[in-house]
């Protein structure tokens, strides 16, 4: 019993030991993704006091042959894709990009030698990223943007391997927007040697794009910019907003047009997009969104002006047919209400009669009682009266089919006797009567 008592103790403190371990697994994503390796080429030697400006490969003569300074990772991204070399990350709303650098040296103490130490570079200058010379400090991290319209900027971190030996918050690069990302740290190695130092410079660059995972648009009110919802009636015109500059987005316009045979949407325009384009023109809009990398569509239909059979169309989600649509609005089938929505008239429906006929009294009787019972359900009386009268004759017949009592025998020998009697006596009777006729006959 003891034993048994232990082991649900034991099981017990697992499944609360796991519930408790679970959530922290799951409640943040933990990838990383190495942006620099030691082996990849990212570092290479400038050659001293020409803006880091050289690329030459480190060699086995080099001071820094064999062992890497750091490794570059980002973190906070969905999903990561290869784009002609360069990776691409996927970011969903909300989600924040970190950028990173994880010392793999003391940086007073390189490759575990005294003599080989991170120096501090105090008229610094990066000929690529076109940044002037000043005190750089020990290492300085330059991290470009481009946005959509090719703009650039640099935004340089000073002092950045110290920041990082201390753990400071700026050694952290985070709030990364969307767009094109080139990395350069600039440092600068002092070599004790003898009667001084000697000097050597580096750079380790790399590259990465940031992109929404998202797909899809907002549609704008020219005036109030309230947004529509997808199948909407813009009277006046809407206008594009875009939620990521890297989509790929298409507007067809179409009208209503009468062929002869009909109504069918005819095509006016079908062109490329851009943020903030607006829409004025009378007809039917589909603005088709396509996320390139994860190769997500959606569309969005619109309709625009005060035609009432196109806006009835849109506000239909498009399931009639134009043509169709027209027939029902002219016979009076449906109504367009002040909103542009279609209301479809219903038929009433036949009264259908009720199962049960009316009990009607015999002519010349008083109909109290019906009218007593007048608004009731009379199917249901019915029904609960002869479930009664049925629950009676079983009753009856239960009670008729209980055992009788036993019969005593002297009283069976008592009706025997009696009955010889009464049979005795009626044949006495029946000899007089014989003797009478005879008598009679004789006379």
Not at 108 to 114: A, F, H, K, P, Y
Not at 228 to 233: D, E, Q, T
Not at 381 to 398: K, M, Q, R, S
Request: glycine share 6%; charged share 25%.
């Amino acid at each position: 019993m003891n034993m048994k008592r232990r082991l649900t103790a034991i099981l017990a403190l697992i499944m609360i030991l796991s519930a408790s371990f679970i959530p922290a697994v799951y409640a943040d994503n933990p990838a990383e993704h190495v942006l620099t390796d030691m082996y990849d080429g990212s570092t290479v030697k400038t050659g001293k006091d020409n803006g880091y400006s050289g690329s030459d490969a480190i060699t086995n003569k080099d001071v820094h042959f064999g062992w890497s300074l750091g490794q570059f990772t980002l973190k906070g991204f969905t999903e990561v894709y290869n784009e002609n070399g360069i990776p691409v990350f996927l970011v969903n709303p909300g989600d924040s990009i970190t950028l990173s650098y994880k010392l793999l040296q003391n940086i007073d103490r390189l490759n575990g030698e005294e003599k080989l130490t991170i120096s501090n570079d105090k008229n610094g200058y990066d000929l690529a990223f076109q940044v002037e010379k000043t005190d750089f400090g020990r290492g300085a991290l330059l991290v470009k943007f481009t946005d959509h319209n090719n703009r650039s900027r640099v935004t340089p971190h000073l002092d950045y391997l110290t920041a990082v030996k201390n753990k400071a918050s700026k050694a952290t690069i985070s709030n990364m927007e969307e767009g094109d990302y080139e990395v350069a740290l600039d440092y600068e190695i002092a070599e004790k040697k003898f009667p001084g130092y000697k000097y050597h410079n580096y750079r380790t660059t790399f590259k990465f794009k940031i992109r929404n995972s998202n797909c899809m648009i907002y549609l704008r009110d020219l005036n109030s910019k309230n947004e529509f919802a997808n199948y909407s009636v813009a009277e006046k015109g809407f206008f594009l907003e875009y939620t990521s500059f890297y989509q790929r987005i298409i507007v067809k316009r179409e009208i209503l047009a009468d062929n002869g045979n009909g109504y069918t949407l005819t095509p006016r325009t079908c062109k490329a997009a851009y943020d903030g384009a607006q829409y004025t023109d009378p007809g039917v809009y589909t603005v088709t969104v396509k996320n390139v990398y994860t190769g997500e569509s959606v569309d969005m239909v619109i309709a625009v002006g005060d035609d009432p059979l196109t806006n009835a169309y849109v506000t239909a989600n498009c399931v009639y047919k134009p043509e169709q649509l027209a027939e029902m609005i002219d016979s009076g089938t449906v109504t367009i209400t002040d909103d542009w929505r279609v209301e479809v008239k219903e038929t009433p429906k036949p009264t259908e009669p009720t199962s049960t006929p009316p009990i009607k009294p015999p002519s010349g009787e008083s109909t109290e009682l019906l009218g007593g019972l007048e608004g009731h359900n009379f199917g249901v009386v019915i029904t609960v009266a002869v479930v009664a009268l049925v629950a009676v004759i079983g009753i009856i017949i239960a009670i008729s089919k209980k055992k009788r009592p036993p019969i005593d025998p002297a009283l069976d020998d008592y009706k025997v006797s009696a009955a010889e009697k009464n049979n005795e006596s009626s044949e006495e009777v029946e000899s007089t009567d014989e003797e009478d006729d005879a008598e009679d006959n004789h006379e």
